[in-house]
């Protein structure tokens, strides 16, 4: 029995794959961070194509509400996924305040070496 | 007859020194000998007592060689690296200039003819290092007697060849040790099973003494036992991770002493599950029971040897030291989990030491960053000037919106200037950063509001040039009364926690005053805390086992302006620095080697 929610749902997860794949494609995206969504839009696609599994998956389980199952793991993966970005955005702060940091002591040295060469100590412009 | 040298590594040992270093020197008389002492730092004057005794070698010395007949050792003292005991032996050992070189530690005195008899056993070239027996000394109380017989029992089952010998009351071959490249400096308790097993592997014998004999004074308290027996556990895990094939010990180290903290570790654990099953509970205590009943028949044993009747009271002593090698065990395995790296600190815990003292003309960089403080800049600059002239200053522009930029290039110092706004953590960071490319050994810091006095900074630096400290910071709190304000309040809980922490006292936490001395300095250039950064050095200095010390001064109130230390943000602050608390501590120390 196929519903036009069916219909929907893999049309949903196929556009966001797509989507994916396409912002991979003009390099707006880059491969570590696309691999993530890939596998996710993969899974809903599955899960929308064949509906049983997810009914399967929480009877093993012993969830009475199939639904919740859905719900509990795209939680847990939002979290995951965001703890990684704050892990990325940790590193991107140090890179930059250590780029800070360095540039402040090159425009310091060129300053010097400006200085040094008009024969004073005196600052450049 | 070839001369002898004797290497004493000490730290902090003013009890036992003026007894051990007599020792020697009789032993050394009427040789050719040199008495190395290594002080790895000591705060406890040690340092005095090693130098009063090389006064007085030095006076005797012209004195007998006069007669020609008794000639003395010639005694030096040098400084040692601060990184272990096996750093500071192979200082000494680099220092020597003998053939022969005795290791005595700083609590054993050895007895009469000692030396003699490891120099004969040194006779065979095949022999690498010949140890002494220890034995107890008759003052030993209850808790140095539990280790001692224990060692007493063990010795007296050793042979005259063996393949371990401990340090302590040691004579090495100088070539043998170079031969195999010293002590591994990387250990703690264990270094010298290492050594020894390097040394057997280079198909060199080792000698025991039997009739050598030097007392050891070992820790007294049950504390100390503890600490000491926790290091021997950990370090030997160094060891076995090293030396594989040695799990099951060696000739001092038998294999079921060597099975007594796994065996407890395990009992724990079937302690635990015996909540599933029963039958683990009743496993555990049988493991346990073997145990003790291995002790027990060797404090029977240990009793027959020495007549001392403490020693039936090893199974509980020793009990107590199988637990504490199981939580050695837990400890090691955690640190090998997260990837922390070997250290000798981890088995022997170094007492904080003095800092190597700077030298007298080093040059001093005072740094201050700046952030919309164009209004108070020309001041604070001409206030370090004629309060601090010898040294260099250096602002450190923090993106600001104000003029600062602007009249910067007039005040006639040097100046960063930051891109974009990172805090004064980041500023100093950078300040520090230019400090080490321009040879800077010493790192001053002030506000760049105006609220510190210049003057102040010679008093501050007083310390650091004489060895007293690694960094000194300006308390505004060392003297007189301040008003109970809320923010007073918060200031003094952080002092609290901090003091407790750090183990010293520390009275003003967020005082912007500092000046760092080279240890400091390389430490904050490589990581430098951020936000509001002054709380958390404390914690870096003090986690890296740095001196820092307080000086009283007095603050002015900023000269113009408004502070940017609002409520809510010195609340979070706070929250900050009590989370770095937690997170200081868990994470692997940094200190620079070498």
Known sequence: MTGLVQIIAVAVSAGLLITVIALVREERLREE???????????????????????????????????????????????????????VISRQRQQIEHLVEEVALLDAEVRGARGSSRGGRDQAP | MSGVSFVVPVLN????????????????????????????????????????????????????????????????????????????????????????????????????????????ALDDPAVAAAQGRYVVPTSARFWSRMAGRDLDLRYARLPERTDHVCTGNTAYRASALHQVGLFDETLGYGYDNDLSYRLVGRGYGLAFCRDATAEHFWRNSFAGYCAQQFGVGYGRLDVVRIHPHRATGDAVSRSIMMLHGPLTLAALAMALLSFVAVPFGIAGAVVIGLLAAERALAGIRAWRLTGDRATLLFPIAHMLRDLVWAWAILVWLARRLIRIERDPAHSMRRPRTTAPSAAANARV?????????????????????????DARVLIINDASTDATADILPALGVEWLTLPQRLGVGGALRAGVRWSRRHGFQIVARVDGDGQHRARDLARLLKPIVAGQADAVAGSRFLRGTHRATARRMTQRLLAVCLSAIARQRITDPTSGLWIFGPRAAQLLGDCHPGGYPEPEIHLLLARHGLVVREVAVHARERLAGRTTLTPARAAVAFARTAFAFIALTLRPDRVPRQ
């Open chain 1, 33 to 87: 961070y696309a691999f993530a969504w890939i596998v996710g839009s993969l899974v809903l696609l599955a899960l929308a194509i064949w509906r049983n599994s997810l009914d399967l998956a929480a009877k093993w389980l012993g969830i009475y509400y199939p639904p919740a199952l859905l719900l509990l793991a795209v939680i847990l993966a939002v979290f995951v996924v965001s703890l990684y970005f704050s892990v």
């Open chain 2, 13 to 120: 040992g003013r009890r036992y020194l003026r007894r051990v270093l007599s020792a020697i020197s009789r032993e050394a008389r009427g040789r050719t000998a040199e008495i190395i002492v290594v002080d790895d730092g000591s705060t406890d004057g040690s340092r005095r007592i090693a130098e009063s005794f090389r006064l007085k070698a030095e006076a005797t010395r012209f004195e007998s060689s006069s007669r020609g007949f008794r000639l003395q050792a010639e005694v030096r003292i040098i400084d040692g690296p601060r990184r272990g005991a096996a750093a500071a032996m192979n200082a000494g050992i680099l220092e020597a200039s003998h053939s022969l070189i005795c290791q005595v530690d700083q609590d054993v005195v050895v007895r009469p003819e000692w030396l003699d008899m490891l120099l004969r």
């Open chain 2, 365 to 389: 960089l005072v740094l201050v960053p700046a952030y919309n403080e164009a209004a108070n800049l020309p001041r604070v600059v001409a206030d370090l000037r004629a309060g601090f002239p």
